[in-house]
């Protein structure tokens, strides 16, 4: 997840990066999927927009597409991907901040369902949060649905600025609990931290003191020392706790509160007013027994940090594959391409890339040899196995021709 800068840039060189693999970029209007199509293309990205304002026919035709071509981009709204099975999905980008974390989660679970490695980036920024709270307060829906809203909107803003594992945080919202992942940008990069354990303190002694029963922008008023017609009418403003964040602004709380959410310090009661609590290791802070760290939020964003990738092919453990392996696997999908072609079917029904990449790795030349390949039966054998075969022999024969290939 990155804060946007110059979104068309950090997307270019997201997808640039992974170029000629299939992925998916979700958008929240309709017109910006056409426009971004547009411009992944003038940057020679074959990309296509999928929205539901499109003419049927057409969007059909850009649907059927994405699931025959290799390396194709689908610039689309959310009404592209349900039901949609293609295993070979390597990217999900969000140009956008996503609906919910329900719709996030589902959105990113379309790519890399043939278990090799697949890639995210969501994008998000101050004017995807007001965009998403005025469609909340200008929809139709009944107040309660409308609080409902809000908190999950308040829960995705907290996983944009949470201070650990991108997975903990995220399966922490559905009650699980996980390891870090050592793959996420919080657990590659890793964050500039300050220690927040006086900042917090702070704040869980305004939930305490109130009794759990108020939501964020009550508690950033007494902890700002504002005298509200609702403070004074409760008396709030004679707590020991009243004014004593007066050095921060209300914006820095509110993300002093995201960040102690989504570091499990406190809770945000979803079916109630939007009241914050505190959990169990939330008391342990709040008597000085543990400690917490939160983001430093004066820091300006310097750019995208992710790895570099090498524009090679990457093996299905994740690591580049060598310049004549990654040759080899673009022979194989070229040949593949061509007989789903052929046969008017989706490439990965003729083979996944799971089986490309064992293919590459096991340099088959022989029928015996092409059957023991990672999904490879019988069947497939007798219809595309010589096809294959024909493609790895001739790329080992041009190996040995040039024993110092390039």
Known sequence: MRAKSDARR?????????????????????????????????????????????????????????????GLVMVATVAFGMGIDKPDVRFVAHANLPK????????IGRAGRDALPASTLTLYGLDDMRLRRQQIEESEAPDEQ???ERRRLDALIALC??????RQTLLAYFGETTEPCGNCDLCVEGVELIDGTILAQKA???IARTGERFGAEHLIALLR????????????????????????????WRAVFRQLYAGGVINLEMAGYGSWTITAHGREVL????????????????GDKRRSRPASATAAN????????????????????????????????????????????????????????????????????????????????????DPHPR
């Open 10 to 70: 950090q997307l270019m060189d997201f997808i640039g990066e992974r170029k000629g693999e299939s992925g998916i970029v979700y958008c929240s209007a309709r017109r910006q999927t056409e426009d971004l199509a547009a411009f992944l293309c003038e940057k020679g990205i074959a990309a296509l927009p999928y929205h539901a304002g499109l003419d049927s026919a057409v969007r059909s035709k850009n649907q059927d597409r994405f699931l025959q071509d290799d």
């Open 100 to 107: 919910s974390i329900e719709a996030y989660y589902q959105e």
């Open 146 to 148: 409308k609080r409902v």
């Open 161 to 166: 600025e949470a201070p650990r594992c991108r």
């Open 204 to 206: 869980l002694s305004a």
């Open 225 to 252: 020392g504002q005298t509200t017609e609702r403070i004074s009418q409760l008396n709030h403003h004679q707590l020991p706790t009243f004014g004593v964040g007066g050095d921060l602004s209300a914006q820095a």
């Open 287 to 302: 008597r000085g027994k543990a400690a917490v760290e939160l983001r430093k939020e004066a820091l300006v964003e310097r």
């Open 318 to 401: 994740g690591q580049a594959l060598s310049a004549p392996d990654a040759a080899l696997f673009e022979a194989l999908k070229a040949i593949r391409r061509s007989l789903a072609t052929e046969k008017k079917v989706p490439a990965y029904v003729v083979f996944a890339d799971k089986t490309l990449f064992d293919m590459v790795h096991l340099k088959p030349q022989t029928r015996d040899q092409m059957a023991m390949v990672h999904g490879v039966g019988a069947a497939k054998l007798e219809q595309y196995g010589e096809a294959f075969l024909t493609v790895v022999i001739r790329h080992l024969s041009e190996m040995h021709a």
